[in-house]
């Protein structure tokens, strides 16, 4: 068949057949949509079978140079999906005009290419490089023994570089990469630029030279938002770890995600991008069960750095038995940005947690051991484990950590739903007496001070979290507004007390401490007064009900008479 060009179709678009081009009623009434601008065809699948409205099922009869050309000439297409191209001579032979056509197109925003063949990959690359409002490209290969050779990751790279200026996403998972791939594209990804937000490069074959040059070709990609290199191989890759941390670092850029899921990453590979902490806000090191207590140390003193800016951590299936727990407790204390710990993940039925470990969460959550250490224990943090849709279930949320510690899930629910609270609240329920002792040696500059924290603290008596379980629900204080007030009292009086003659000589002080003295005072003035008068509405009370009972009894009287 001789190559068709761009004025052959254009010279009989308004004559063909569209019946005689394709092999079935559904496919003509597709090009037909394509062609009339039709609005409910912005999708558009091609696909051995028929699923769906949308699919254009690719058989003997259909014509790939005009579906290339109606694809081309469509203008409310914004994603082109790709699921199948014939692979015999006759398919070859078009697909020349097939992808001549798609380069024509001037809307298309995504294109999906799902199980096609290096040299199919190859074609439609050629003419991927010319959509200028491709934003979204997603490589996917199911078949473990396919996917992206050298020679279709040097086409990536060239489409890359051709100029796909608005590309947002690249999705390359499971797509049989190996470093020499990566390096084959790295290339174009120096081409891209700032434009792009989002890479995902996970369950490929990547070790550590494919990472290093990954890491070389984002240079320019200081836009990046999130980067996904799960069930990748970095067990020997601890170079490239530190090379990716050191970009981040240099670059200043702050990741919404990064992905290390399943890398086998060791304690190496941990103490060499620890740093990662500074510059993104979700990161996932999941199910990477060689790192042990020591390798987590690393990451504990990072998430002490003042730098820290990560809000989500992942770390499930990982060893909390021995020493790992208390590790991760420890880089707890004074972290201000972490919110969730997920020491569990999808598809784990469980942790397993030693005492010392729920002693230690305990302790970073809430210090009882000084007032001082309750104030500056976690306030931040609220989640230890990670729930997926599919099997959350509220009822048993916090009945893992339930079962192992109670004191555990109800600092982290007060973390949770009363933020600007929880430190005076575990101050309040951990500290019965609150010693103003260590506060004299201030003087009277501290009292008011100390009376704003009580009046601050007093909504802390009225606030009440979710219900977690058999043995903890309601009030967060099992305490009574009239008992904090005494609490409040004692603690002044106890001040006052303690006070030195040489300090109460001083006429302002004096006034001050005379005006809490006169509040004091007033206070039980009040209460007096309140009860007077109480005591004269029972009387009263009780010679009125006297009168009506006289009443009732002369009523009665009369009424026998």
Same mark, same amino acid.
């Given at each position: ?243 990716? &941390? !050191?970009?981040?670092? +240099?670059?200043? %850029?702050?990741? #919404? *995600? ?7 990453? $060791?304690? =190496? ?124 279930? &509220? !009822?048993?949320?916090? +009945?893992?950590? %339930?079962?192992? #510690? *109670? ?7 007060? $973390?949770? =739903? ?144």
């Amino acid at each position: 068949m001789d190559r068709r060009d761009d004025n052959y179709y254009e010279a009989n678009a308004s004559d063909i057949s569209l019946e005689d081009i394709t092999s079935s009623e559904h496919n003509a009434r597709i090009l037909r949509w394509l062609r009339d601008g039709d609005d409910n065809l912005s999708h558009l699948s091609l696909c051995r079978e028929e699923v769906w409205w949308n699919y254009f099922r690719l058989g003997e009869g259909d014509d790939l140079g005009w579906l290339g050309y109606f694809i081309g000439k469509s203008v409310k297409l914004q994603c082109l999906e790709i699921q199948y191209l014939p692979e015999d001579d006759g398919g070859e032979q078009q697909m020349h005009p097939f992808s001549d056509g798609i380069a024509r197109n001037q809307s298309i925003q995504k294109v999906i290419i799902d199980n096609v063949s290096n040299n199919g990959f190859a074609a439609i690359a050629r003419a991927l490089g010319n959509l200028s409002h491709l934003e979204e490209l997603v490589f996917k290969w199911y078949n473990s023994n396919g996917g992206l050779n050298v020679n279709g990751c040097s086409a990536l790279g060239t489409l890359l570089e051709s100029g796909v200026s608005k590309l947002k996403q690249l999705r390359l998972d499971s797509s049989g990469i190996d470093d020499a791939g990566v390096v084959a594209f790295a290339s174009g990804l120096r081409s891209i630029g700032p434009s792009l937000k989002e890479l995902y490069l996970g369950w490929n074959f990547i070790g550590n030279e494919g990472l290093s040059a990954l890491v070389a070709a984002l240079a320019n990609c200081t836009s990046l938002e999130r980067l996904n290199l799960s069930d990748n191989d970095f067990s020997s890759a601890a170079a490239g770890l530190r090379s990716l &941390s !050191d970009w981040l670092q +240099r670059e200043a %850029l702050n990741l #919404d *995600e990064l992905r290390l899921r399943d890398c086998d990453i $060791n304690d =190496e590979g941990l103490q060499a991008m620890a740093g990662t902490v500074n510059h993104c806000k979700d990161l996932d090191l999941s199910s990477n069960q060689s790192i042990t207590a020591s390798g987590l140390k690393y990451l504990s003193a990072s998430l002490q750095s003042e730098n820290c800016c990560l809000e989500n951590l992942y770390l499930g299936w990982m060893d909390t038995v021995n020493g790992g727990a208390e590790v991760l407790a420890r880089g707890l204390v004074g972290n201000k940005v972490l919110r969730r710990l997920h020491l569990r993940i999808e598809d784990q039925d469980d942790i397993e947690i030693p005492p010392a470990g729920w002693d230690a969460f305990s302790k970073a959550l809430c210090d009882t051991s000084t007032i001082n250490n309750t104030y500056l224990s976690n306030h931040i943090i609220q989640e230890l484990y990670y729930w997926d849709n599919d099997d959350y279930d &509220s !009822d048993n949320e916090e +009945r893992f950590i %339930l079962d192992e #510690d *109670e004191r555990v899930v109800q600092y982290l629910q007060l $973390n949770k =739903e009363h933020p600007e609270h929880a430190a005076r609240c575990k101050i309040l329920m951990n500290h019965t007496h609150l010693d103003m002792t260590p506060l004299l040696q201030w003087e009277l500059k501290c009292l008011p001070l100390a009376v704003g924290w009580f009046e601050k603290a007093q909504p802390c008596t009225a606030l009440s979290i979710d219900e977690l379980g058999p043995d903890y629900e309601g009030q967060v204080l099992e305490e009574s507004e009239e008992a904090f007030q005494s609490r409040v009292l004692t603690a002044v009086y106890e001040f006052v007390r303690g006070m030195t003659e040489k300090v109460l000589e001083r006429r302002d002080e004096l006034a001050l401490v005379a005006a809490y003295d006169d509040k004091i005072a007033m206070a039980a003035m009040v209460k007096e007064e309140s009860d007077r008068k109480i005591s004269q509405l029972e009387e009263e009370n009780k010679r009125l009900r006297g009168i009506m009972k006289s009443m009732r009894n002369a009523l009665d009287k009369a009424l026998e008479e």
